[in-house]
């Protein structure tokens, strides 16, 4: 079974596709299972009950609710949870998003130069290494500088950060075994049950040494050529 890990519908304000449309999309590219994570912000509490009641009616695509929400900047995902938890206290927050079912995650530390404020840190089960954004990590693999994030406790995830079709990648969670429910994928990821993969290469939740430098090398790269076509974009555009 394949999971789409952090994707967005048409709930949030950037989002360009509807609930049924990016289960359509997610399903046309081998993925069995959406993790939804519209942006807090632009919910409340009577929408994101409809996201959920929308996802319920989708059958053709597992589709899970959930939201990402911004703690003084910084993204935090709820992934697997279908009821609205507005507590400002990020810690009291986790905790309501774990008895709700679901779990926390720390969304594309890369943006913040995968420097954390060490309470959000402390209130995330996982940490998004590898977030296939152009901008982020892109689709190749792991970022070995999310990994220091993960401490004693924390598990790795990837993801897509989908708004848009534009955004899609083949990058995703493979789970051992077909879950029918929310709860069954939350259970595979907390018992660290899948591997990550771009469809191509596939990466265990510890990377090996090898796997390690090579990572470290490429993305030491990527990081100066993706900063170099930044300058230029803004370059042309005057």
Same mark, same amino acid.
């Given at each position: #079974?394949?999971? =789409?890990?952090?994707?967005?519908?048409?709930?949030?304000?950037?989002?360009?596709?509807?609930?049924?449309?990016?289960?359509? !999309?997610?399903?046309? &590219?081998?993925f069995?299972?959406?993790?939804?994570?519209?942006?807090?912000? @632009?919910?409340?509490?009577?929408? /994101?009950?409809?996201?959920? $009641?929308?996802?319920?009616?989708?059958?053709?695509?597992? =589709?899970?609710? +959930?939201y990402?929400?911004?703690?003084?900047?910084?993204?935090?995902?709820?992934? +697997?949870? *279908?009821?609205w %938890? @507005?507590?400002?206290?990020?810690q009291?927050?986790?905790?309501? !998003?774990? %008895?709700?079912?679901?779990?926390?995650?720390?969304?594309?530390?890369?943006?913040?130069?995968? !420097?954390?404020?060490?309470?959000?840190?402390?209130?995330?089960?996982?940490?998004?290494?590898?977030? @296939?954004? /152009?901008?982020?990590?892109?689709?190749?693999?792991?970022?070995?500088?999310?990994?220091?994030?993960?401490g004693?406790?924390?598990?790795?995830?990837?993801?897509?950060?989908l708004?848009?079709?534009?955004? +899609?990648?083949?990058?995703?969670?493979?789970?051992?075994? #077909?879950?029918?429910?929310?709860?069954?994928?939350?259970?595979?990821?907390?018992?660290?049950?899948?591997? =990550?993969?771009?469809?191509?290469? $596939?990466?265990e939740? *510890?990377?090996?040494?090898?796997?390690?430098g090579?990572?470290?090398?490429?993305?030491?790269?990527? &990081?100066?050529?993706?900063?170099?076509? !930044?300058?230029?974009?803004r370059? #042309?555009?005057g």
């Open positions: #079974m394949k999971l =789409m890990i952090h994707a967005h519908t048409t709930f949030s304000a950037d989002g360009e596709l509807k609930p049924t449309e990016l289960a359509q !999309v997610a399903r046309q &590219r081998g069995d299972a959406v993790l939804v994570s519209d942006h807090f912000e @632009s919910l409340r509490q009577d929408t /994101f009950h409809r996201l959920v $009641t929308e996802c319920e009616q989708i059958d053709d695509c597992l =589709m899970i609710p +959930g990402e929400r911004s703690f003084r900047g910084y993204h935090v995902l709820a992934l +697997g949870v *279908d009821r %938890i @507005s507590d400002k206290n990020i009291t927050w986790s905790d309501k !998003v774990r %008895i709700a079912g679901g779990i926390t995650a720390i969304a594309h530390p890369s943006r913040y130069n995968h !420097v954390i404020p060490s309470d959000i840190l402390e209130a995330c089960d996982a940490v998004e290494v590898w977030n @296939s954004k /152009f901008f982020y990590d892109g689709e190749v693999g792991p970022n070995p500088r999310a990994y220091p994030l993960l004693a406790h924390r598990y790795p995830l990837c993801s897509q950060d708004h848009g079709t534009r955004h +899609g990648s083949p990058v995703g969670v493979r789970l051992p075994r #077909m879950c029918t429910t929310g709860s069954d994928v939350i259970a595979c990821l907390k018992e660290g049950d899948y591997q =990550m993969t771009n469809g191509f290469l $596939t990466y939740r *510890d990377l090996s040494r090898v796997s390690t090579l990572l470290d090398v490429f993305h030491r790269s990527r &990081r100066h050529a993706v900063k170099s076509a !930044v300058e230029l974009r370059w #042309m555009k």
